[in-house]
T-cell receptor, first 114, second 110 residues
Framework: AQSVAQPEDQVNVAEGNPLTVKCTYS??????LFWYVQYPNRGLQFLLK??????LVKGSYGFEAEFNKSQTSFHLKKPSALVSDSALYFC????????????FGSGTRLSIRP | NAGVTQTPKFRVLKTGQSMTLLCAQD?????MYWYRQDPGMGLRLIHY???????AKGEVPDGYNVSRLKKQNFLLGLESAAPSQTSVYFC?????????FGSGTRLTVV
């Protein structure tokens, strides 16, 4: 069965510093991987996805993610954090059972201090 | 563009009461989903639908029923609410894998 793991419940970063939010995955076959962000009292918003091709995927709001097949990781990164990046971030993988179902990780709360 | 609209946004139920959550999308998406979000557990799939008139169970379907009589609407029903169903419920729709989420329904069962 497909699954994703986010090992950190919370990540704290100073504004202007680089940030990384970690995600590892377990899939059978080729992985379809996603990152979503959730701001308070809002639904989830799509950030980026990896299906195939370049291992470095660029997404919304200056975020990017690095796909590493040997380490089965898909870490989210940003070179310079903003206070407005503070939110809940979810890594996700498409389920192999069809219907485009997505399986979500448990989420990582990112807190950017001024 | 409305996208995915969920109603109601908030609701408090007493144990044993029933209610229906409505999800409506105006993007002509084939696939629709209901998830629940609980602290530390991410989003878990309750039920989903691959088209009008079809529904299927997800990861945590017990205690819920769904219907998709029209392509644009996906209803989630709780026949007899329990405190364990206190959660935030999200609806999503998809075509070719791109998900659009509603803003959620916060349900409290007392």
């Amino acid at each position: 069965a497909q699954s994703v793991a986010q090992p950190e419940d919370q990540v704290n970063v100073a504004e202007g510093n680089p940030l990384t939010v970690k995600c590892t995955y377990s899939v059978s076959g080729n992985p379809y991987l996603f990152w979503y962000v959730q701001y308070p009292n809002r639904g989830l918003q799509f950030l980026l996805k990896y299906i195939t091709g370049d291992n470095l995927v660029k997404g919304s709001y200056g975020f990017e993610a690095e796909f590493n097949k040997s380490q089965t990781s898909f870490h989210l990164k940003k070179p310079s954090a903003l206070v407005s990046d503070s939110a809940l971030y979810f890594c996700a993988v498409r389920d192999s059972g069809g219907a485009s179902k997505i399986i979500f990780g448990s989420g990582t709360r990112l807190s950017i201090r001024p | 563009n409305a996208g995915v609209t969920q109603t109601p946004k908030f609701r408090v139920l007493k144990t044993g009461q029933s209610m229906t959550l409505l999800c409506a999308q105006d993007m002509n998406h084939e696939y629709m989903y209901w998830y629940r979000q609980d602290p530390g557990m991410g989003l878990r799939l309750i039920h989903y639908s691959v088209g009008e008139g079809t529904t299927a169970k997800g990861e945590v379907p017990d205690g819920y029923n769904v219907s998709r009589l029209k392509k644009q609407n996906f209803l989630l029903g709780l026949e007899s609410a329990a405190p364990s169903q206190t959660s935030v419920y999200f609806c999503a729709s998809s075509r070719q894998g791109g998900y659009t989420f509603g803003s959620g329904t916060r349900l409290t069962v007392v």
